[in-house]
């Protein structure tokens, strides 16, 4: 399952992150996600906006707690349905604009949530895993404090946040941040495998950001 997803690419991939909020167009983004989505998703985006500007979340628990109950409320939905393809990486906005998508979407969307919010991407690990309970392959982000730190799970199957020794029903494959993608050990971090554009989903939805601030929208809605 694993080469189904990794594979070769030599495409230059440019910043996903402009220079925080501050450059966030939210009325330009309000505007366009109505006009695409229908007007409940404006209301979708302010409640995204007030978490990514809220001043009170200080810490990293805060912070991981607050993103994972937001978009757990967003429902699940499979690509198949919802955008006619099998296997579909949304931007944080389609989700937000469609209120739906599967656990991929679920794991992007929190991902780049949080490091809006200032958590550092080495912090940060997309994890491809196996739910051995529901016997199907799945997606959750793994929160390191330290490197040599037990993860903890933000999980759109069960939205209590918990350290991965706690998850004996997930079984991990490989996991990846902006930069890096590792391949899983028993222990341990996993064995580093190189840059992260060897995903070729993830290099479409990185392909689908702009890296201009957001007078011209730093997601692409297309």
Known sequence: MIKRFIVISLSVVLPLWADGNKAFDWDKLEIQLKNKYGPRSGLRLRAWEKILTEPTLTTDLNKLKRVNRFFNLL??????????????????????????GDCEDFSIAKYFSLLELGIPENKLRITYVKALSLKQFHMVLAYYETPSSIPLILDNINPKILPSTQRRDLLPIYSFNGEN??????????????????????????????????RTPLYSLD
């Open 75 to 100: 429902n699940f939905v499979d690509d198949i349905l919802l955008w006619g393809k099998k296997d579909y990486w949304a931007t944080p906005l389609e989700f937000i604009g469609v209120n739906g």
């Open 181 to 214: 993608l590792w391949l899983s050990k028993a222990k341990g971090q996993g064995k580093l495998a190189g840059k992260s554009s060897r995903l070729q989903s993830w290099n479409k939805l990185r392909n689908r950001f702009s890296a201009a601030s957001l």
